[in-house]
Structure formats: structure tokens, C-alpha cells
């Protein structure tokens, strides 16, 4: 890490106030004693239980040439329209771009919940940002994660990680704090163990198709390994456990990704993986992102299928995994 970057986080943040998995039999971490908690977890848990979630990225959000596009809020309000009726609750990427206006808008739109994402936790405006949305729309930011695979990317350290929790923690007392991170990394790394502590509740990325084995098995097992590899984040954290990414996407056509095996996955995790306040799943991606194709991907090489994530495609049009989904009053009542 540059010297820049380590003293923006030990200073300039405190003044401004999917690699390859483990194998599901790796030995777990014991859990780490829980810090005294002073966040409210209501909402969060209530939107884990009885609504449903899904990642969000406004679709007018993009990285083009190392360069990020503002998203119009009105950009932002048709996106969330298309999905109020399948969705009551978001989890986001950034605070930047337009993304910092989400709660805003859906709380207008009668969400129920936002976790707000911290893309950059370095980045002294875009963090100012999160917490001054988390401060005004109290009511419905269920939380805010600082960073997301930021160990699997090599872009700060568990300690990094763990001061960032505690210089946020100070403006935030009762707001719901946590990072991302892969399974694999929070479990398989003995010094994630003081930031598990300082979590309030985890999000964490499952990825079935990054398995060896992926290829030759079906829909249920796919299904089967997150559910049982959230049965581990469970052995290692005793908060709520939120599983933020987990999917299959719907292309390029030439790694055989195809729309029926993105909703053959979810009809079986639906199934496999029952929805509490303990633990619960995010749908990922709300929207396919083109532009993706040449972003710079998280763990470094080639992943064409990045751009194929969305439930729904670039232009908002629904995917076949909407053909059949289920009411949030059926899913929930």
C-alpha cells in the first residue's frame, strides 16, 4: 500500500468526521469474542426476514477508461420503479457518481432498506458521502459496507480494515457497520478475526461458478454449496450473516452461460436457502453492465461474464428468471 493512501486512512478519514474459493471443508475460525454493540439491527433484520434484497448498480453509473459517469436521478428513480416490484430492499457498490442519492430516492419509492457501499474507502469525498446519506436517511440505510473484496483485490489490509470500522464507528454509533468479502477470505484468514469482532453484520460473495467443479454439477448443487458455505460464515461470525453476491450469469455465449441456468440456479436457492433475520441472500446483479467487459476485475484476468449478472438487462427488459418470480407478498406472506 502506497504512503499516501495508509496516511489519508490514518488521518485524512479520522479529520473529515470471484477468486478461487476454499473447499467447503476448510477449517473455519473459531468465532472472535463480539465487541459491545451499539448498533440498531432492527431494520436490517427485518428487511432480511420478511423483504428481499438485490445489488444494486444504477444503470447510469460506468467506468469508461478509468473515468465514472454521473447517474441523473432520474436515471436512478426508472431503475428502482422496475424493481420496487419484485424488490423492497437494495445493497449498493459506491457513494459517488449519483449512487450517493439511492436512499433518497428509494425511500420515495416506499423501500425498505438500503445497505450503502463504500467503494474507496480511501477516497475522502466518496466516504463523506456515505456517511452524511447514512445521517439524513437514517430510516431506511440498514447499514454501510466500507469496501467490497478489498482483501481479495490486494487494495488494503485486514488492518486497514478494521481502523477504517473504527474511525466510522465514531460518526456512526448506531448505524450497522461491515465489510466484503469473500467466504473463503473470512474464513480462511486468521487476521480477519479483530474485523469480524468490530462487524456489526457480514455481507459476504459466494460464487458457485468459480468452483472447479461447477461445470458438471446442476442447479442444486450450486444452490447446496451456498447455503452450506453461509452454514460456515455462521461457525466463524455469530452476527447476522447477509450473502451479498451469489449467481449465475446469463452470458457471453462462448463460456456456454446461459439466461435458463441463471433461473434454474435461483429457483433451487429459493428453495435450498429460507430467508431469516439470522441469515439471508441478495439477489446479484439488479442490472446487466456492459461496460464491464473492460473494467478492471477484482482478482485480475479476463471475465467477460461480468457483464451478464443483471436479473434484468442493460436497457431494464427482464431476463427469464423473472418468469416466474415469486411476489414479495407470496415470497414473504
Not at 3 to 27: D, E, K, Q, V
Not at 78 to 103: C, K, N, W
Not at 263 to 282: C, D, I, N, V, W
Amino acid at each position: 500500500m502506497s504512503s499516501t493512501r495508509r496516511t489519508f486512512l490514518r488521518y485524512g478519514a479520522s479529520a473529515m468526521a470471484a477468486a478461487p474459493m476454499a473447499p467447503l471443508n476448510a477449517a473455519p475460525l473459531s468465532p472472535p469474542a463480539p465487541a459491545p454493540r451499539t448498533a440498531n439491527l432492527t431494520l436490517l433484520q427485518s428487511a432480511m426476514s420478511a423483504g428481499r434484497f438485490v445489488t444494486y448498480q444504477p444503470t447510469g453509473v460506468k467506468v469508461i477508461n478509468g473515468r465514472l459517469t454521473e447517474a441523473s436521478d432520474q436515471s436512478i428513480r426508472a431503475d428502482l420503479m422496475v424493481l420496487r416490484p419484485h424488490f423492497d430492499s437494495l445493497i449498493t457498490y459506491g457513494a459517488q457518481g449519483g449512487a450517493e442519492r439511492i436512499a433518497d430516492i428509494a425511500a420515495g419509492l416506499n423501500f425498505r432498506a438500503v445497505v450503502m457501499g463504500v467503494w474507496d474507502f480511501y477516497n475522502g469525498a466518496e466516504l463523506a458521502n456515505a456517511i452524511a446519506a447514512a445521517k439524513r436517511m437514517s430510516h431506511i440505510v440498514a447499514g454501510l459496507s466500507l469496501g467490497n473484496e478489498m482483501i481479495l483485490s490486494k487494495r488494503a489490509a485486514w488492518g486497514d480494515l478494521e481502523y477504517i470500522l473504527g474511525v466510522v464507528r465514531k460518526q456512526l454509533p448506531t448505524t450497522p457497520l461491515t465489510i466484503t468479502e469473500t467466504f473463503a477470505d473470512f474464513i480462511g484468514q486468521a487476521d480477519a478475526k479483530p474485523v469480524l469482532a468490530k462487524m456489526d453484520f457480514m455481507l459476504a460473495n459466494i460464487h458457485p461458478i468459480f468452483e472447479t467443479w461447477f461445470r458438471t454439477a446442476q442447479a442444486p448443487h450450486w444452490a447446496d454449496f451456498v447455503a452450506k458455505a453461509s452454514d460456515l460464515l455462521a461457525t466463524a461470525y455469530s452476527g447476522p450473516v447477509l450473502v451479498k453476491e451469489t449467481g449465475v450469469p446469463t452470458g457471453p455465449v462462448s463460456l456456454k452461460y446461459t439466461p435458463e441456468m441463471q433461473r434454474e440456479f435461483y429457483r433451487a436457492l429459493e428453495k435450498r436457502f429460507p430467508q431469516t433475520g439470522a441469515r439471508a441472500f441478495s439477489y446479484f446483479a439488479a442490472f446487466d453492465a456492459p461496460w464491464r467487459i473492460s473494467d478492471a476485475i477484482v482478482g485480475g484476468g479476463k471475465h467477460p461474464e461480468e457483464a451478464h449478472w443483471g436479473l434484468f438487462d442493460a436497457n431494464r427488459a427482464p431476463k427469464d428468471v423473472m418468469r416466474d418470480f415469486p411476489s414479495l407478498t407470496k415470497a414473504r406472506g
